[in-house]
């Protein structure tokens, strides 16, 4: 498809350390311009392997067999280094899930986010400065020239995470990475963060892909979605159509088991055995066609 | 109503408490201010808040893993507020806690028939190793978990699967009162599911008083008969689930749910409620 910010096709991967176990199956989507698609699924899904794969940071022991991945139409894989350097931390940025481990510990908040601006962006001390300044009223931070001379343990998870969102929209991205950002937040933090990125997104006109296992999360603030089990796409599409129209029984059974403090009588209904059965025979035939 | 079998009356509690050598003791400083929980036999009680409520140190309190630096804690009819723990062990069979990661609180090095023989003999439930054998593999099977697991150890189990041995090990122990602290914060939607169910029917079964500490607000909906919300050590209300799901009086707890996102669409929710400041 062109005009995609991203396209992932047909993007396979195995793991080296359990023998070639697959990891990913054949693993396709996309997104727009200014789209915030949602890629959800449970543990194991290969939603964070898809992220890291975009990111260039798979770990060693993951290997990717086949597939593409475009950004711009361009096939990252396949481009050199140098190339990809210079879209990773520039075009593409990432919102990570721990604040804290993201954020060297033993400098200031100021330099971490100009950085990039002066060295990738060739803006000057005063302006770079500026420019953070100017960021950090954006994410909400009241004080924020206080927050500029902060060591990353002065401030609280949910400012990190502003001051970390204020970094990644800091290069004018064209599309941000959001791996679980409101995982270890308290749920009052987590709608601040949540209003805050979609805020910022739709202010920049990035696109995002953010990743969580929270349907909730993904009702408010995604577009589109691709619901993964396994390494497999289960379903994708307009998020309205698929909670209220699921096509896949496992879909059906996710919303289901998904608690509701409004509504004790619908929520929490464990997934049926038979679907778990039917997904892991889904898989099975996928694999044998493979090796076929 | 029958006198609650736990119970904390004006707790306070404080850390970093300590005497000086000149002058009066360094007070501590509070996490709970005076806070008055009572649980019944047979009800689960749900205890929620953010991070930093006091929810945890309450919890603890209860059971006598913390001190209390004001109020009381009874047990059973009992004040055990300043007993020893001499005195409180013959009472530790009674009171049972589930943890939230299974992995840290279950042995590394034990098989899973260890970690629940072990405790049902050194609290003497059954003699000799065959007796204690036989009610792991029943507990095992209440659990939902196959006998195969009996050899392994925790970490070739899921994390579902541990968390179903930190329910019988808690179990298989007959406790009148078990502390659940955020058993399944860890835990991916289906597998939370299947273990809400578990931890409610056994609770009904065994006629548990349960105190369930939760940040999320809809899980505790669908397991607990009462609720307490904490907000910076205070209680700030209490009631039904029904009551305050429905119809929360507090302005904090009308916060909580407003920034729970819920699976359906809502265009509105976004923006509603919940100020945008940080300090």
Same mark, same amino acid.
């Given at each position: ?77 396949? &481009? ?11 075009? #593409? ?15 200031? #908040? ?30 909400? #931070? ?16 949910? &400012? ?10 800091? &290069?004018? +991205? ?18 601040? #963060? ?54 896949? +029984? ?8 998904? +608690?509701?403090?409004?509504? +004790? ?28 | ?14 850390? %970093? ?17 005076? =806070? ?8 689960? /009680? ?13 919890? @603890? ?14 047990? $059973?009819?009992?004040?055990?507020? @300043? ?10 069979? @009674? ?13 590394? @090095?034990? !098989?899973? *028939? ?5 405790? =049902? ?56 009162? /078990? ?6 914060? %860890?835990?991916? /939607? ?25 940040? $999320? ?14 907000? %910076? ?16 009086? $507090? ?20 923006? *509603?409620? !919940? ?5």
């Amino acid at each position: 498809m062109s005009g995609q910010i991203l396209s992932v096709e047909s993007l396979s991967a195995v793991s080296l350390r359990e023998g070639g176990q697959a990891i990913l199956r054949d693993v396709s989507l996309s997104l727009a311009p200014g789209e915030v698609l949602g890629l959800v699924g449970e543990s194991g899904a290969g939603k964070s392997t898809i992220a890291k794969a975009v990111l260039g940071i798979l770990p060693s022991g993951i290997r990717i067999t086949e597939g593409r991945i475009r950004f711009e139409g361009r096939d990252m894989l396949a &481009m050199p280094r140098a190339e990809v350097r210079s879209i990773l931390g520039s075009e #593409i940025t990432l919102i990570p899930q721990d604040p804290l481990s993201a954020l060297n510990p033993g400098r200031r #908040i100021g330099p971490q986010i100009t950085d990039g601006l002066r060295l990738r962006r060739g803006l000057s001390r005063s302006e770079a400065r500026a420019r953070a300044l100017a960021l950090l009223s954006e994410v909400h #931070i009241r004080d924020p020239e206080r927050v500029l001379g902060a060591f990353p343990h002065q401030l609280s998870g949910g &400012m990190r995470q502003r001051v970390l969102i204020a970094a990644a929209f800091s &290069m004018e +991205p064209k599309l941000v990475i959001a791996d679980e950002p409101t995982t270890a937040l308290d749920v009052t933090v987590q709608k601040q #963060i949540l209003r805050l990125i979609r805020a910022m997104q739709e202010t920049h006109g990035t696109a995002v892909v953010f990743v969580t296992h929270d349907l909730g999360v993904v009702a408010q603030i995604c577009d589109r979605v691709t619901l993964l089990y396994a390494g497999r796409v289960i379903e994708s599409g307009h998020t309205a159509d698929m909670l209220q129209r699921p096509a896949h +029984p496992y879909t059906r059974a996710l919303i289901a088991s998904s +608690p509701r403090y409004d509504r +004790p009588d619908v929520g929490l209904a464990p997934v049926p055995e038979s679907v778990f059965e039917g997904l892991r025979a889904e898989i099975a035939a996928f694999d044998r066609e493979r090796r076929a | 109503m029958t006198a609650p079998l736990v119970e904390a009356r004006d707790l306070v509690v404080a850390y %970093g408490r300590r005497n000086r050598l000149f002058g009066a003791p360094f007070p501590g400083v509070a996490v709970l201010h005076g =806070v008055n929980v009572a649980i019944g036999r047979g009800e689960t /009680v749900g205890i929620v808040g953010e991070s930093g409520s006091g929810k945890s140190t309450l919890g @603890r309190a209860l059971l006598r893993l913390v001190d209390a630096a004001g109020g009381r804690i009874l047990f $059973d009819g009992e004040d055990i507020t @300043r007993k020893g723990e001499d005195e409180i062990r013959p009472l530790r069979r @009674r009171m049972q806690m589930i943890f939230q990661d299974p992995m840290s609180s279950l042995n590394p @090095r034990q !098989t899973i *028939r260890r970690i629940l023989a072990g405790p =049902v003999l050194l609290h003497g439930l059954e003699v000799g190793p065959a007796a204690a054998d036989r009610r792991v593999a029943a507990m095992v099977e209440r659990v939902g978990l196959p006998q195969a697991v009996l050899d392994r150890h925790p970490h070739e189990l899921s994390g579902g699967q541990r968390q179903r041995v930190g329910i019988a090990r808690a179990a298989i122990l007959k406790p009148d009162f /078990v502390l659940a602290d955020e058993i399944v914060s %860890g835990l991916d /939607v289906s597998t939370q599911a299947q273990v809400l169910r578990l931890i409610a029917d056994l609770s009904a079964e065994m006629g548990l008083a349960m105190a369930f500490i939760s940040h $999320d607000l809809s899980v505790v909906r669908a397991i607990c008969h009462r609720v307490y919300v904490l907000n %910076g050590g205070r209680i700030v209300e209490e009631g039904d689930c029904e009551a305050v799901f429905a119809a929360p009086r $507090d302005p904090y707890t009308r916060a909580l749910l407003d920034a729970i996102p819920l699976p359906e669409i809502d265009p509105g929710w976004l923006q *509603r409620g !919940t100020g945008d400041e940080a300090a």
